[in-house]
């Protein structure tokens, strides 16, 4: 069994990922770190999980227990986690959010966990991840096949509706350097600007992105791009509507490809914001690192159906 540790546990993002691991079959949760919690039951801060596990929180890490720490909590420091690191080399650590910047610390060796990207250096070893924002993996899924193939071109704008925590003006700013970063180091001399406009959110936990780019090839060719998430669980491209139901409760990440008559590709990309970039990414992560099938514990189904 995997030995589950959670900082940050009384964070609402921890409490969709316990929501899952209390049914991953390979996983026992050994220790729910909350400060300020310390002793009360997990149900007492996270109600829907009443009757479903007998779970206390604890106001201190004990590393000798865990075989994995996911840290759910946005104040750890580069230089936390590289004592964390020093101290514990062998302890995995999965980070919802990318460490506080500091001046005079040593950055941390890490992975950028999305993946449908790194999945082979998650498997291969990887002892620290940081989830993408969920902003990131709905863009990156869409459009890094593109970037692999040479196709993209200019600016792209990304029509976003989403919840306000998604699009907070700091988050979007770490989503836009994750999105450039990774398309510029797939495609070389793609030198463009990601830009954004945000409309009214539409769900409480859906989110969804749509864009246009020019596009030289046809639908069959195009295709022929996406064919590299055939071996992966959670990435699907069609030519028919997406919609958030179809997501919503699942790590799904659902695009939607449609060319007009004058060669522009339109883009429309749904998933569960407190999934994909969260909670069920960050299982998918655990998975790959000790692993397991990477749907294991995340066979859940969208709500539509």
């Not at 863009?139 to 096949?145: D, E, K």
């Not at 509706?161 to 836009?176: C, Q, R, W």
């Amino acid at each position: 069994m995997i030995k589950v540790a959670i900082s940050g546990a009384d964070s609402p993002m921890a409490g969709e990922l316990i929501r899952i691991l209390v049914n991953h079959p390979d996983v026992e949760i050994v220790s729910l770190v909350a400060p300020g919690h310390e002793g009360k039951p997990l149900h007492s801060v996270h109600h829907g999980l009443l009757g479903e596990v007998d779970l206390s929180f604890t106001g201190i890490f004990k590393p000798e227990n865990a075989d994995i720490l996911f840290i759910a909590d946005r104040n750890i420091k580069h230089s936390d986690l590289l004592r964390l690191r020093n101290l514990l080399p062998d302890l995995n650590v999965v980070l919802f959010f990318p460490p506080v910047a500091e001046d005079d610390a040593e950055d941390s060796e890490h992975i950028f966990a999305l993946p449908e990207i790194n999945r082979k250096a998650l498997v291969r070893g990887a002892k620290t991840a940081i989830l993408p924002n969920p902003l990131s993996s709905l863009a990156l899924v869409p459009l890094y096949p593109l970037a692999l193939n040479m196709l993209l071109s200019g600016d792209i704008t990304l029509n976003v509706s989403a919840p306000e925590d998604v699009v907070a003006t700091d988050i979007l700013a770490s989503s836009v350097a994750e999105i450039e970063k990774a398309l510029k180091e797939a495609q070389l001399s793609f030198n463009g600007k990601i830009k954004y406009k945000i409309l009214p959110p539409t769900s409480k936990r859906g989110i969804e992105l749509s864009l246009e780019i020019p596009m030289p090839l046809d639908m069959e060719h195009l295709m022929k791009a996406y064919e590299i998430y055939n071996d992966h669980n959670f990435a699907f491209a069609v030519t028919t509507p997406v919609k958030l139901d179809d997501v919503k409760g699942t790590e799904k990440i659902l695009f939607s490809l449609n060319l007009s008559k004058d060669g522009e590709l339109m883009i429309h990309s749904v998933a569960d914001g407190r999934l994909r970039g969260s909670a069920g990414e960050a299982v998918h992560v655990m998975n790959l690192m000790f692993g397991l099938h990477e749907k294991t514990g995340l066979y859940l189904k969208p709500y539509a159906y």
